[in-house]
Structure formats: C-alpha cells, structure tokens
C-alpha cells in the first residue's frame, strides 16, 4: 500500500475522468489526499472526498499564488480550473466551515512562492510580507482545528524557516515540506522542527541523492502533485498510480527495498495526517 500525500485530482486536467483514476488507484492500493490551491478547489477537494468511505482525502487551503496581494497577476493555468483563476484574500471563516466534513485531513497548501514577484524592490517587500501574513493567519486556523499542514515553499525556504520560528506562539508545527527542493541545511532546520519532508517526480529532475540518503526514512513522505511532474517512465499527465515510480527512486537512492520504502512511509502518512 502507498499513500499519495498531494495530489490534485480537485483540478480541471481530471474534469473528464475522476473517478476512473481514484478507481484506478484503490484497486492498486494507492490512498490520496487531494490538496486545495484556494476556496473552489479546496472545496472541490472536500466533495470528492466525501463520496469514498476510504482512501480519499481532502486537504483546505489558499496558496500563495493566489493570494491577492494586488501586486502581480497571476497566470492562469488551465489544467487547474475551468474559470478564470482570480487572486483571493483569506477568509478563515469560509475554510473553517470545509472543515465541518470529518474528510479534511490538513490546512494546505499553504507557504511562500516568490517565483513571480514584482520588479522593485520596495513591492517585492510588500509582496513577501503579505504573503507571510496570509500564512501566519492560515497557521492559526490550523492551530484552531489541531490539523497539520502541507507547506509550499518556492525560493524562499529561508524565510519560511524564520516565519515559522517566530511566529503563530506556542504551536507545535506537525506537517510536511511539500515537494521540498532545499539544501541540507534548511532541511535539518525543518527536520529539528519535527517537519516530514515530501518528495515526489521532482527527485527525477533536480539532485536530491543526498539529501534523501540523510533524511531519515521515517521523515519522509512520498506524493505525486499530480497532474504534474510526471515520472520519466510515464508520459502525459500525472496520477496517483506513479506514486510507485517515487517509491522505487528512494529504495534505490537509499538502498533500501521497496516494501520497506513502502511500509514506513505509509505508516508516517496514517500517523500525520490521522487516517
């Protein structure tokens, strides 16, 4: 059995054939937990879920991308919705009524993303620092509804990693580093903070050997953030069922077998996330 920590069946790429591909991935044993990027796909995430009894999860948050920050404009991205993506603020009320359906298992994705930014640097401030606000507000909806989180951190691990340390007082951060593309040493820090590292079909594209190889194996949690970063072996779009291919990649990285790669990071999956 293999659990696919992030996936986003939720998103438009699946519109036609949803239920065929977490079909698929029951009768193979694959269980997922399908990830919001904002209110409409966390919502949807919700409602997908609450049709399985088993093996479907859903995960409530708004990610920085498309927070409205009024200072870029983002791109839309077909494969994820069907209308007009439009910038969000956060509204923690509208997430904690998903939360009344016992399927939210995390408040995520939620983080930092600094790849599109503003050209000055006096907007790039201001941009960060909404963007840590927006994070702060959904780690204290989190810390209300004891759920850990699913963090998105793009080129700006160091200001995560400090965002975390000095903010949200007395809560003890359970999640995970989603598709987490660090150094050694932001993953140590996140490590020491309790943090699971995810790693999923970025590891066939960027050197991540060595830090998987001192990661220990039971910190570590496997995903595919389908319907991207598609495994080599495959072509097209991503789906929970290539989650072996991200399993195998670490058995072979960490010289470990299959089923032990298996095992343990099932169980770290069932332990974070309550399932």
């Known amino acids: ?47 997908i879920a609450e049709q399985y009894e088993k093996g479907v999860y859903a995960s ?26 439009r910038e969000e603020s956060f509204n923690s009320q509208k997430y904690k009524e998903l939360n009344r359906s016992k399927k939210v298992v995390a408040v995520g994705e939620i983080g930092l993303d600094y790849w599109y930014k503003p050209k000055t640097k006096r907007k790039q401030e201001e941009f960060k620092n909404r963007q840590k606000e927006a994070l702060i507000k959904q780690l204290e909806l989190a810390k209300e509804l004891n759920l850990p989180v699913i963090f998105h951190c793009r080129m700006a691990h160091d200001d995560l ?50 830090i998987i190889k001192k990661t220990p194996l039971e910190k570590i949690l496997i995903e595919t953030d389908c319907p991207y970063l ?20 670490i058995a072979e990285i960490k010289k470990k077998s299959y089923k032990e790669i298996a095992e343990i990071t099932t169980r770290s999956a069932k332990k974070l996330f309550n399932l």
């Open 230 to 249: 598609t495994p080599p072996l495959m072509e097209g779009r991503n789906e929970p069922l290539y989650l072996k291919y991200v399993a195998e990649r």
């Open 60 to 85: 409530i948050g708004l990610h920085p991308i498309h927070l409205d920050t009024g200072l870029v404009k983002i791109k839309n991205d077909n494969e994820e919705t069907l209308i007009k993506t």
């Open 161 to 210: 990693l400090k965002t975390l340390k000095l903010q949200v007082p007395n809560f003890k951060f359970r999640g995970v580093i989603h598709c987490f593309t660090g150094n050694w040493q932001q993953a140590e820090r996140y490590l020491a903070m309790g943090l699971y590292l995810g790693f999923n079909g970025i590891i066939f594209k960027l050197d991540l050997a060595e």
């Open 1 to 47: 059995m293999l659990i696919d920590t992030h996936a986003h069946l939720n998103f438009n790429a699946y519109r036609a054939d949803l239920h065929k591909v977490i079909q698929r991935s029951l009768q193979s044993f694959v269980w997922l937990i399908n990830v919001g990027s904002q209110y409409e796909t966390s919502k949807k995430a919700v409602k």
